[in-house]
């Protein structure tokens, strides 16, 4: 009995290997956690432009910052996207424990999801992905609707301003609002 038991626990973590290795090849990114001291730069970004009402993630991945996010922005609800099954069900587990009535998860492909009430949009992914999204924001924000992009700026777009994150890498933290002006 142990010897079938370390067998599926072994195919399990190498299906849970390879649908992670397959998104990310589909997706351009893998899931990467926003470490501490940007997602305190997004939340410092969102309080400073007096955010309320709907938050929307793209690219979620294991919910690090959803969670974060829900806990500084109680008077927002979080919607986080996220397509890749695997750190999307963790995401999930994490929320069965802690309970956070601000967050809304569900699995999609965020260039499927309408983004029009979304008050705020914060994402922290791969240039080409910034590169696609612009033609989408541009569609589908409302003016005064505020953009957080973490590490990668969305490109041809000039930000109201630039926080570095005092992360190891400095990471910049781009913040655009609706309608944005071109660089």
Same mark, same amino acid.
Request: glycine share 4%.
């Given at each position: 009995?142990?010897?079938?038991?370390?067998?599926?626990?072994?195919?399990?973590?190498?299906?849970?290997?390879? +649908?992670?290795?397959? /998104? &990310?090849?589909? %997706?351009?990114?893998?899931?990467?956690?926003?470490?501490?001291?940007?997602?305190? =730069?997004?939340?410092?970004?969102?309080?400073?432009? @007096?955010?309320?009402?709907?938050?929307?993630?793209?690219? &979620?991945?294991?919910?690090?910052?959803? *969670?974060?996010?829900?806990?500084? !922005?109680?008077?927002?609800?979080? /919607?986080?996207?996220?397509?890749?099954?695997?750190?999307?069900?963790?995401? @999930?587990?994490?929320?069965?424990? !802690?309970?956070? =009535? %601000?967050?809304?998860?569900?699995?999609?492909?965020? #260039?499927?999801?309408?983004? #029009? /009430?979304?008050?705020?949009?914060?994402?922290?992914?791969?240039?080409? !992905?910034?590169?696609? !999204? @612009?033609?989408?924001?541009?569609?589908?924000? $409302?003016?005064?609707?505020?953009?957080? +992009? +973490? $590490? *990668?700026?969305?490109?041809?777009?000039?930000?109201?301003?630039?926080?570095? &994150?005092?992360?190891?890498?400095?990471?910049?933290?781009?913040?655009?609002?609706?309608?944005?002006?071109?660089?």
């Amino acid at each position: 009995m142990g010897t079938w038991l370390g067998v599926l626990v072994v195919v399990g973590v190498a299906a849970c290997v390879v +649908s992670i290795v397959w /998104h &990310s090849l589909k %997706n351009g990114i893998s899931p990467t956690p926003t470490a501490r001291r940007p997602s305190q =730069a997004i939340i410092q970004a969102l309080r400073k432009k @007096r955010v309320k009402g709907n938050v929307y993630e793209l690219g &979620s991945g294991f919910g690090t910052l959803t *969670f974060t996010l829900a806990d500084y !922005l109680p008077d927002c609800t979080v /919607h986080a996207y996220e397509s890749s099954p695997v750190p999307y069900w963790i995401s @999930r587990f994490f929320q069965r424990f !802690l309970r956070r =009535a %601000n967050v809304r998860q569900t699995k999609a492909d965020f #260039f499927k999801v309408s983004l #029009f /009430h979304a008050e705020a949009i914060v994402c922290y992914l791969a240039p080409k !992905l910034m590169a696609d !999204l @612009r033609k989408k924001f541009e569609t589908e924000l $409302t003016p005064g609707t505020v953009v957080v +992009s +973490s $590490t *990668f700026a969305v490109p041809r777009w000039k930000p109201v301003e630039v926080i570095e &994150s005092e992360d190891m890498y400095n990471s910049p933290i781009y913040v655009y609002v609706m309608p944005v002006e071109y660089a």
